[in-house]
């Protein structure tokens, strides 16, 4: 049993393909669906947009943690070389930031719908804008991950595989 467990494949993974990118791009949509519900609510002074947008925030905060987990795991099996640690650190420190970030943001957002469920604040969607910032940092740096260093391509893990550098 322990023999399945240790074999990984062509992408240095147990599993057919990398998970945190599904788990991430979904925190992403709800994040920027959610700002847009906000922004566009308390434009239109429609609140109803903000209950969408409480749901929204409340599964993002559950699901970043989710996605941590796993590009945790993925990242200690991508055995990245020289050039890309910095920006693999860097990604993994923003990332955990985000955890925290968007569970405050959560948590500010549930003070602001316990106490008037039709109204937010202009500093609340300041903050939301600030968070999207941080999450567009955040994609470019996962996008060079993959699409600049390759990390669990199938070439660069044959050449890391052959003690090529890539």
Not at 38 to 46: A, L
Not at 106 to 134: E, N
Not at 139 to 148: A, I, K, P, T
Request: contains cysteine; glycine residues 6%; hydrophobic residues 50%.
């Amino acid at each position: 049993m322990f023999d399945y467990l240790t074999n990984l494949n062509d992408h240095n993974l147990p599993y057919p393909d990398t998970i945190h990118p599904i788990v991430v791009h979904f925190v992403i949509a709800m994040v920027l669906f959610a700002f847009c519900c906000d922004v566009i609510g308390y434009f239109t002074r429609n609140s109803r947009l903000f209950e969408v947008s409480w749901w929204n925030m409340l599964i993002a905060t559950i699901s970043i943690f989710v996605a941590i987990i796993f590009g945790q795991f993925e990242a200690g099996l991508a055995k990245p070389y020289e050039v890309a640690k910095s920006v693999l650190n860097v990604h993994t420190l923003i990332g955990w930031s985000l955890s925290g970030i968007i569970a405050a943001i959560t948590a500010w957002r549930y003070v602001i719908r316990a106490r008037d469920p039709k109204r937010i604040t202009f500093y609340y969607l300041g903050a939301g804008l600030i968070l999207i910032a941080i999450v567009g940092l955040q994609v470019y740096l996962g996008d060079e991950l993959v699409w600049v260093y390759g990390l669990h391509t199938v070439p660069v893990v044959e050449a890391l595989k052959d003690n090529i550098s890539p």
